[in-house]
């Protein structure tokens, strides 16, 4: 950058704090800012409504209103993953845990599209809508969350998960899961099927048996959960399994994949699952969380790689393979960060300001993300993992020594009831942080 484009960005930094950002396109176009479109600050496309990419379209028009922001999302109300266990146990409804994209609109000035991107081409710069229309970016970012490896476990497509629910997408899937556990007789056993690492959200599977414990402990008195595991450790799982034990009774059962857990096979007519040592189990609610990918249009743009995953640059959460394509949330490689809400919502933070800065010419900054991850045992019995994450000088990110940690093993009810009470704090404060609802 030359010492008028340096004037030009302090100048327009200056008016940005005291000025409308309409004013600064034509000083904007002047200083000329690393190949974006002519007459703009910059155009940047986000793809995905959810947790990175509400996060990520906000958090751009903060850091420079002059750049225009659009976003692709097909659903018009965002239904959320954290708090849907509740939903199924009975305990909150749909309309608590979805949020709409009013307030980024116009509160923020982002353009909203319901739409699905069908296609990116990374050399021309443009993404194709299922409209039919085509848009044109400086700076694409994907945070199209999970797909499902459909029929890795023999017998599972999208035909048998509306019989034996997946829920592991909020929305339809929750509600038809919920429909099932309340017509279930009493006495029966839901099974709920969990997935080897890596997955969205490792401490999901075992939080929902747990809420579904606490609906039959209410309702279903005689009724029991299995879990069939296809690995042998699980998140939070000292906690959980004293928790099972100490609420529960024996009502939860676990089995690893060391005993067998691991289902290979599904029939979700007859609702049964066999595993991979010929057991077969019958369930009266099958729940089958299969193995994940990156969300489809993070192949299509081609940033994925053979793991199904996509590998970013950790400081900025640009693609390692495709310039100008960011990629936050579920859908990329960024252990030890769990594929949580609140990393996607951290790695959004992360682009945006790479985005911005780089729409500007300037450097970005160090980053470094948090995470709390809190899990309801039973509506009042909450427990948590917690950590914070920086990038070492291999440019890796590491979790910061002696940072986070887990909920104590031992505690008085009081503790896990606080633990409870945070959990909402923390869902309404990311809710609010992300669309700006639900305070
Ligand atoms: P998402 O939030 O899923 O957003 C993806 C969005 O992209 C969707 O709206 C989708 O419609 C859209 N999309 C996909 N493809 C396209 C396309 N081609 N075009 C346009 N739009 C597209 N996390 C926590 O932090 N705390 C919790 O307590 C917690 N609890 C959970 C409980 C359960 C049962 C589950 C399943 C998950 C939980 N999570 C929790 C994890 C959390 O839901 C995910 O990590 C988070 O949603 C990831 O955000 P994302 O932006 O990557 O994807």
């Not at 099974?191 to 080897?196: H, Q, V």
Request: glycine letters at 10%.
């Amino acid at each position: 950058m030359n010492a008028d484009q340096k004037t030009a960005l302090v100048s327009r930094r200056s008016l940005l704090k005291g000025a409308g950002a309409v004013s600064l396109l034509p000083l904007l176009s002047a200083c000329g800012a690393t190949g974006i479109s002519s007459g703009t600050a910059g155009r940047v496309i986000v793809v995905g409504g959810g947790f990175g990419g509400a996060t990520a379209a906000k958090y751009i028009k903060r850091g420079n209103p002059a750049i225009d922001v659009t976003l692709i999302e097909p659903n018009k109300t965002f239904y959320t993953c954290p708090f849907s266990n509740l939903v199924l146990a009975g305990e909150r409804n749909m309309d608590s845990i979805g949020h709409n994209y009013q307030e980024l609109q116009e509160v923020y000035g982002v353009k909203v599209i319901h739409a699905l991107a069908e296609d990116v081409d990374p050399v021309a710069h443009t993404l194709r809508l299922s409209t039919g229309s085509t848009l044109k970016y400086d700076r694409l970012v994907l945070s199209p969350g999970i797909d499902f490896r459909w029929n890795s476990i023999e017998g599972y497509d999208q035909q048998a998960a509306e019989l034996a629910p997946h829920a592991w997408k909020a929305g339809p899937q929750t509600l038809l899961l919920r429909k099932q556990l309340e017509q279930m007789d009493d006495g029966g056993v839901y099974i709920l099927s969990a997935p080897a690492n890596p997955f969205r959200c490792p401490p999901g599977p075992y939080e929902r048996a747990s809420m579904i414990a606490h609906y039959f402990s209410q309702h279903k008195p005689r009724s029991k959960v299995l879990i069939l595991d296809s690995k042998d450790n699980f998140s939070k799982q000292g906690l959980f399994t004293a928790a099972w034990k100490e609420v529960y009774g024996d009502r939860i059962e676990w089995v690893g994949l060391s005993n067998d857990g691991r289902v290979t096979r599904v029939d979700a007519a007859k609702r049964e699952v066999i595993t991979e040592f010929g057991t077969v189990h019958k369930a009266s609610v099958l729940n089958v969380v299969p193995p994940q990918k990156a969300g489809v249009i993070a192949e299509r743009a081609g940033v994925t790689n053979e793991s199904g995953w996509v590998p970013v640059n950790p400081r900025t959460f640009e693609s390692e393979r495709v310039k100008d394509i960011y990629v936050v949330g579920d859908a990329t490689v960024a252990a030890p960060m769990p594929k949580s809400g609140f990393a996607a919502n951290a790695q959004g933070k992360v682009a945006a300001a790479a985005i911005v800065a780089s729409l500007e010419g300037t450097d970005t900054v160090d980053p470094y993300w948090a995470n709390t991850c809190y899990s309801l045992v039973n509506p009042e019995y909450g427990i948590s993992v917690a950590g914070v994450y920086r990038l070492n000088d291999e440019n890796r990110i590491i979790e910061t020594p002696g940072s986070g940690g887990l909920s104590a093993a031992k505690a008085p009810s009081s503790i896990r009831r606080n633990e409870a009470e945070y959990a909402v704090g923390w869902y309404n404060a990311i809710s609010q942080d992300t669309w700006g609802t639900k305070l």
